[in-house]
């Protein structure tokens, strides 16, 4: 717990996590190591840099000597650092699998060859797979039907092996779908609020009617520290408990919060998978870890809306041109899921 090393710390939950815990009193040092892709921004990271706690190092988890020599300096590990948007790898599966699987898996090796005392590998609802009915346990099959998905319940089952065979104390959370300030404009939310505070259609798939389950990003965060803290290895936790909207719904919010009508919808064909519900049991986390939601959906998805409001420097330059967010880095998505 003391010098925690953190991997995709300037993405969106990466980033809030950091913040939160660079004001641990028992941590004594934060080194987040995140190669800056489309999705990261070091500038998501913002006030944790006044702390003398914050150590920021620019690399790739698949650079396995960078890795070995961070993982060394560290006592514990949580690890963000993925490809993250459903969409994307609807053509860049490959980047999926190397980064989310065996960018996992070069982690795993250094924290088995140095003894880390504690890994949290952070994962989603999404490995279970869609529910049309029913919700998931920690013990219920991972069915993931997009690759995304699919390279996380890979590296879940990776990540887990490594305690089974050598005894690295991880843990895996697994949580649905998180919002808040700081997300890329790639996701539903942040994408439909920008769009509708610019005037523009927001675009949706279907009918509008896929189930998500909408996390505020600081329960998420929360869950992920009583993981890294109480949470016993070998162990997955399923952090849900938000609140379940279908995609319409959460658009007549949405239009609500920006004081936009049903014309500025256009809806659109569905993607080209979608999986239509997905739903957790967040019991054991409850039981095991006194994890609970606390931020109000209304009140967290108002806040979130304004921060946009009041941050168009943060993604307006994404709007104009993603791919140009990086260099060298895959197509953007305009369409409008996790
Ligand atoms: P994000 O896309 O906002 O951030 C990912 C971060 O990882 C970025 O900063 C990026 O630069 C970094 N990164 C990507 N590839 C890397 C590599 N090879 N080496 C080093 N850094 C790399 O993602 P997010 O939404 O913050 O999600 C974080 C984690 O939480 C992911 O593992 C994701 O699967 C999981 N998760 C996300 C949600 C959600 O709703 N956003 C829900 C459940 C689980």
Redesign the pocket.
């Known amino acids: 717990m003391e010098h925690l090393l953190v ?2 710390g ?5 980033s809030h996590f950091v913040k939160r815990m660079i004001h641990a009193a028992d941590v004594a040092s934060v080194t987040v ?5 489309y ?2 921004h070091i500038e998501n990271l913002g006030t944790a840099f006044l702390s003398e706690k914050l150590a920021f190092v620019h690399g ?3 650079d396995a000597e960078l890795v070995d020599d961070l993982v060394a300096k560290h006592t514990a590990i949580v690890h ?6 459903v969409d994307r790898s609807f053509f860049a599966a490959g980047a999926f699998l190397a ?1 989310n699987v065996h ?1 996992t898996q070069t982690l795993l090796d250094a924290a088995m060859r140095h003894g880390t005392q504690k890994f949290v590998h ?3 609802d999404e490995v279970y797979g869609p529910l049309p009915e029913g919700t998931a346990t920690e013990e219920f099959p991972l069915r993931p039907s997009v690759p995304y998905a699919a390279s ?1 319940a890979a590296s879940d089952l990776v990540a887990l092996s490594y305690f089974q065979t050598y005894g690295v104390p991880v843990c895996v959370t697994r ?4 919002y808040g300030p700081y ?2 404009p790639e ?1 539903i939310i942040p994408l439909f609020v920008t769009r509708l505070l610019r005037g523009e259609q927001a675009t949706l798939h279907g009918r509008g009617e896929h189930v998500r389950n909408w996390l505020h990003v600081d329960d998420n965060c929360a869950g992920i520290e009583a993981a890294l803290r109480d949470g016993a290895p070998g162990e997955v936790y399923n952090l849900g408990g938000g609140t379940d909207l279908t995609s319409g719904e959460l658009t007549a919010h949405l239009l609500g919060i920006c004081g936009a009508t049903w014309d500025a919808v256009t809806y659109i064909p569905d993607r080209q998978a979608n999986d239509i519900r997905y739903s957790m049991d967040w019991s054991k986390a409850a039981a095991q870890l006194g994890y609970r939601p606390r931020r109000d959906f209304t009140d967290g998805l108002a806040q979130t809306a304004e921060w946009y409001r009041r941050n168009p420097d943060r993604w307006a330059p994404l709007m104009r041109n993603p791919t140009a967010a990086r260099p060298g880095r895959s197509r953007p998505s305009t369409s409008a899921g ?1």
Request: charged share 15%; proline share 0%.
């Open positions: 991997t995709g300037a993405g969106f939950i990466g190591l995140d190669a800056l892709t999705a990261g790739n988890i698949l963000f650092a993925a490809e993250s948007h980064t960018g952070v994962s989603t996380k949580s649905s779908n998180n997300q890329h996701k996790r």
